[in-house]
C-alpha cells in the first residue's frame, strides 16, 4: 500500500460524526457503567406490524436468539429448510449480543412445518408458529421493545437515569443512525464516499487495512493485505467477514480493484453508502442540537407526519395553523433530515443551508449523487429522516442479581430507531458493544 492510499485510508471528515457531539442532556449527569456484558443484559422484543392470517405459502416463525445476528439466523432458517437464502424474511436486523424476539419467514409452497425436523440449536428457540400469505419484508414492524441493564454502577443512579428518560419522553429521542451502522471499525461510511468517489482502491484499503483506530482487530489478515499477500489475507480473515473475504477472493484470482470491489456484491455496496447517509445525517442533527432546533419547525424545513412518515413542506401557512404547536408537543410531527440521494426532497432556507453543508463538507453537491446512480447502476436513494422520534412507555430500576449491581432501562421505539442512542443520552460516558453486520 502506497503513501497516498495511507492517505486516502486515514482520511476522515471532521463533520461525520459516529457518535454523539450533542447531548440533549448534557445538564445531567450519565450513570457511566457498561451495557451487553451478557446476552441476557439487552432484552429485545419485536412488535410485529401484522399478525399473520392463518393460511399461506409462507411459515411466519416467531423465534428467540442470542449471540446470533438475524442475518446469521436467516442462512440457519435457508439451510434448515433447505431453500434459498432469498426465501427467508424478516422485517428488521437484531442485535448479536443480546436476547432478542423476532418473527421470521420462509417460503414453503406445497409443503407443510410437519415435514420438517425440529430445529436443533441452542441459540434459539421457536415460540409460535403461524401461517401468512406473503413474505416478511424489512419495515414490516411496528417497532421494538428493549429492556437493558448498565453494569458496573451502583443502583442509586437511577436518580440519574430517571430525569434523562423523563426528558426524552417529553421532548423525543434525537434520532441519531447509532454507532453499529459504522461497523467494528467505525469506518463505514468511509468505504461509503470512497464508493460513491469511485476509488476502488479507497474502498479496499478502508475495508481490509490496518486500521490505526484499531490495530489489533484481526491483524495478521490486514497486515498481510498491506503487504499484498491476498492468499495469506484470506486464510487469516475470520470465516464470518464474508465481505472481506469475497473481496479477497476475488484479488487472489487476478481481479484489480475495481474488479475486487463489485465482489462485496450490490446489496453490500448500498449499505455501505446508506452508512455515508448516516454520517452526513447525524452531523445536521448535530447541528439542530446545538441550535436547541432538533424538536421545533424553522422556515423551510420539510415535516414528517410519524403515523406514516409522509412529508410537507413548513411555509407561512403551516406556521399561521394553531393546530402546528400542538401537533409538535404530541410528538404527531418533527422536523425532518437528509438521508442524501437522488430523488430525495430538499429542505429550504436556514435548513436547507444545514444539510447541503453537511454534504458539502463530505466533499459532494446534489447533483453528484443524481450522477453516480446514473454512472454505477448502484443505488443511492434520497429519503428523509425524522430528527426526533417518540419514547414509549420508559420504565427505570435499580439492583442487585447475582452478577452485581445494575440500572435497568426499559422503553419502546418506533422501528428504524436505535436503542443505544438513548442509552448513551443515560450512560453519557459509558461505553456500549453494538454490532449491526454490513450487507443488512
Request: charged content about 30%.
Amino acid at each position: 500500500m502506497d503513501e497516498a492510499a495511507r492517505a486516502r485510508v486515514r482520511a476522515s471528515d471532521a463533520s461525520t460524526h459516529v457518535v454523539p457531539r450533542v447531548y440533549l442532556t448534557a445538564d445531567v449527569p450519565g450513570v457511566g457503567g457498561h451495557i451487553k456484558e451478557r446476552p441476557t443484559d439487552f432484552l429485545v422484543e419485536e412488535e410485529p406490524l401484522y399478525a399473520p392470517t392463518g393460511e399461506g405459502e409462507h411459515l411466519y416463525l416467531f423465534i428467540e436468539k442470542r449471540a446470533m445476528t438475524t442475518l446469521e439466523l436467516v442462512d440457519l432458517l435457508a439451510r434448515h429448510f433447505k431453500v434459498a437464502r432469498t426465501a427467508v424474511g424478516y422485517a428488521g436486523l437484531k442485535d448479536k449480543h443480546a436476547v432478542t424476539r423476532q418473527v421470521m419467514s420462509v417460503h414453503l409452497p406445497g409443503k407443510r412445518e410437519e415435514d420438517y425436523p425440529e430445529i436443533e440449536d441452542r441459540r434459539i428457540g421457536v415460540l409460535w408458529m403461524d401461517r401468512h400469505a406473503n413474505k416478511l419484508r424489512v419495515g414490516h414492524l411496528k417497532g421494538n421493545r428493549f429492556s437493558i441493564k448498565v453494569r458496573g454502577v451502583p443502583p442509586t443512579h437511577v436518580t440519574r437515569a430517571l430525569p434523562v428518560l423523563t426528558r426524552l419522553c417529553r421532548t423525543g429521542v434525537p434520532n441519531r443512525v447509532g454507532e453499529q451502522r459504522f461497523g467494528f471499525l467505525e469506518n463505514n461510511h468511509l468505504i461509503g464516499r470512497a464508493i460513491l468517489r469511485s476509488d476502488a482502491q479507497a474502498v479496499l484499503d478502508l475495508l481490509l487495512g490496518p486500521d490505526e483506530a484499531h490495530p489489533d482487530d484481526q491483524r495478521p489478515a490486514r497486515e498481510a493485505y498491506a503487504r499484498g499477500e491476498w492468499a495469506e489475507a484470506f486464510a487469516s480473515m475470520p470465516r464470518q467477514l464474508k465481505t472481506e473475504r469475497n473481496v479477497l477472493h476475488a484479488l487472489m484470482r487476478g481481479a484489480g480493484a475495481e474488479r475486487a470491489q463489485r465482489a462485496m456484491g450490490r446489496t453490500v455496496a448500498e449499505y455501505y453508502l446508506t452508512a455515508f447517509q448516516s454520517a452526513i445525517f447525524n452531523t445536521v442533527l448535530d447541528r439542530r442540537l446545538e441550535l436547541k432546533a432538533f424538536d421545533t419547525l424553522l422556515a423551510g424545513d420539510v415535516a414528517q407526519k410519524h403515523e406514516n412518515l409522509a412529508c410537507f413542506d413548513v411555509d407561512e401557512q403551516v406556521f399561521a395553523d394553531p393546530s402546528t404547536a400542538e401537533r409538535l408537543r404530541a410528538l404527531e410531527i418533527s422536523p425532518s433530515g437528509p438521508m442524501w440521494g437522488a430523488g430525495m426532497k430538499e429542505a429550504a432556507g436556514v435548513p436547507g443551508e444545514i444539510e447541503r453543508a453537511a454534504l458539502a463538507d463530505a466533499g459532494f453537491a446534489p447533483p453528484d449523487l443524481a450522477a453516480f446512480d446514473a454512472r454505477e447502476g448502484v443505488s443511492c436513494a434520497g429519503a428523509r429522516r425524522p430528527l426526533r422520534v417518540p419514547l414509549i412507555d420508559p420504565e427505570v430500576e435499580g439492583g442487585v442479581d447475582e452478577f452485581g449491581s445494575y440500572v435497568r432501562c426499559a422503553f419502546g421505539l418506533p422501528r428504524g430507531a436505535f436503542a443505544t442512542v438513548v442509552m448513551r443520552e443515560v450512560m453519557k460516558g459509558g461505553e456500549g458493544d453494538a454490532e449491526e453486520p454490513a450487507g443488512a
